[in-house]
């Protein structure tokens, strides 16, 4: 008996005493409840399998990667709090979140602590702030928005637009976008519907933009709210173009929105229906994996996690500093770096340049117009 | 006018959808003067046993409307009023209150646990088709919606008012004692009190999950503006919950497309205060007074 006891305490030490194994430790803020929910865990499922293949072909820098994964709930101080953990933690880098709004209150504090940031948002306000450990997985609307302006004007020869927005930071840096856009191309707004955050009835927005007399309505919500948008379009039997950026002909939205999706335009920064190899099979494994259908915030997270680990083996150790350094000016092609799946650039803000996409969505799929060079 | 007529038309079918939801507070504070603070996720919920059925089952969708029916019966009914409503009543009205915030919170998480946190699509119960009268365009959905939550209110009525059962269920919500000496079974008419408002809920959640999306946190403005409605109609009136969910239902759209879209969703508030400055009992409701 007291040999058994002995035995037990012994063994019970020499677990306590072991070397921890090594293992790089990143953290994953993320919208994994609330408004945000739809895109986050797209998001977070990219993070999850860009790290696994990373484990299974020998990690980063021959070491395995611990993703600890936080909800932000969608809701900004939550998202703060969950950042400041994640750091307690010791994460080197985060990826996370997609919410501008908590983007924006959260990557105050990784700056604090100098470490890099993957974001999924897209608010302009995000890389204007000089905060040099933010980065994007996917170009600002400040970016997107010009080139679906340029292709609304030049390609479907819009002369008056309305606008329908999300009253919040994400909708408001894409509202202003456009609006400065269009003030460039001299298309005056006839129209500006904004609406509040998971707003559910959008029968009295569709209304007022269905009895204006624009051209084509610009429509700039989140997955959910875009969905339930298209649904009351739909019903209300509006002829208009919709036209969104990103999120409109999501994968997500085109799934809660069914047929009313259906004629619904825009550009896309990334969408799983280019005809892009590296892309085709990334989607192909992820529908293999987690039996849905990634939209772009999934291919944002895969990125995000490739992109991490090339910079961290150019710099040679997980110096979180050194990568965030590193990132800036950085040109990743494709063909050195198959991870990336498109060449990628980010600026010295952060901002990231990259090929895009005007899509159209017909029979339930996104079927790309044109394919829109960086800027 | 074409714009006036649109708005009143899809005004009322959302309107007609929280007064069902609304009428619900009404039956339970009547039967036994329950504050159902669940009721807005006793509307979320039957969409998700509707999703179970046809995506898990594969069940047809009728079939699957009416396996949540029969859930919702068991669930929101017979067991909420035997394991909450009957162990809590005893000790007043402020426990039983926290009792039903908690369940609210309860099937909140668990359909967010075990369904997921995304929003699900709902199959629309209606064709899509858009007429156009007078210039305005009005789905055949809207007038289903406001069609059937019509048809089941006022059956509603007609079964208090017309029936023996119905007027038994009076009797016990006006004064329980005397309704017992008179021979009438309260325990058994409570029961279908909450039963009724266990299958009002599926109605509800079955028409109005197309348009919001089947998501946990549905229940979350269901309730509020349901309550709403209840007040500015009158808590204890049935009617008056009709009328006060049709109010709001129109004066959200009415806000939102002449005053202020960013703004629309404090008229409802705004009308509230106003009711409850002006009308205390709501606009149908009947003074009501109570030894303390």
Known sequence: MIRRLLSTAALVMALGVAPALAELKIGSIIELSGAGAAAGTNFRDGVKMGFEEINAQGGILKEQVSVLEYDSQTDPQVSRAMVQKAIDDGVYAITGTVFSSSTVVNMLVAKQYGIPQFTGSEAPSITAKGNPYIFRTAFGSQKGVPKMVKYMVDNMGVKKVGVAWANTEFGKGGHQAFVAEMEKAGIPIVIDVPAEQAQADFSADVLKLKNSDADAIFVYFTEEESARFLREARKQGIDKPLIGETTLIGHKVIELAGDAANGAMGHVGLTPDANIPALTEMVERFKTKYNYTPDHNAIKGYTAAWTLKYVTEMVGSPDSKAIAEKLHGLTLKASEYPGVLMDVSWDETGEMSRESFFVKVENGKQVVQAILPPN | ?292
């Not at chain 2, 919606?145 to 059956?155: D, F, P, R, T, Y």
């Open chain 2, 1 to 292: 006018m074409a714009e006036l007529i649109q708005i009143l038309v899809s005004g009322l079918a959302a309107g007609s959808i929280y007064a069902l939801a609304a009428v619900g507070f009404t039956l339970l504070w009547q039967a036994s003067q329950t504050i159902n603070f669940a009721q807005g996720e006793f509307v979320m919920l039957p969409a998700f046993f509707v999703l179970i059925g046809m995506t898990v089952l594969g069940l047809p969708m009728w079939t699957s409307i009416l396996l949540a029916l029969v859930l919702s019966l068991l669930i929101l009914g017979v067991a909420f009023k035997r394991l909450i409503v009957e162990p809590m009543l005893p000790h007043g009205t402020l426990p039983l209150v926290i009792a039903t915030i908690a369940l609210g919170l309860l099937l909140k998480e668990s359909v967010k646990e075990f369904y997921g946190a995304t929003a699900q699509p709902f199959p629309a119960i209606f064709p899509q088709t858009v007429y156009n009268v007078a210039g305005a365009s009005v789905s055949v959905q809207d007038i289903c919606n406001l069609v059937v939550s019509m048809l089941a209110i006022g059956g509603l009525q007609l079964f208090l008012n017309r029936t023996r059962t119905g007027r038994c269920m009076q009797a016990s919500a006006q004064n329980p004692a005397v309704a017992e000496i008179l021979g009438v079974n309260v325990k058994r008419m409570v029961l279908y009190t909450f039963l009724i408002n266990a299958a009002l809920a599926t109605i509800a959640s079955v028409l109005i999950s197309p348009i919001y999306l089947a998501k946990f946190s549905n229940g979350e403005t269901l309730g509020l503006v349901a309550f709403i409605a209840a007040i500015v109609g009158g808590f204890n009136q049935i009617r008056g919950a009709l009328v006060g969910g049709l109010l709001i239902g129109v004066i959200d759209n009415l806000s939102a497309v002449y005053i202020s879209a960013q703004y629309r969703a404090a008229m409802p508030l705004l009308l509230l205060i106003a009711i409850i400055l002006l009308r205390p009992q709501g606009l149908l409701g009947t003074p009501e007074g109570r030894t303390v």
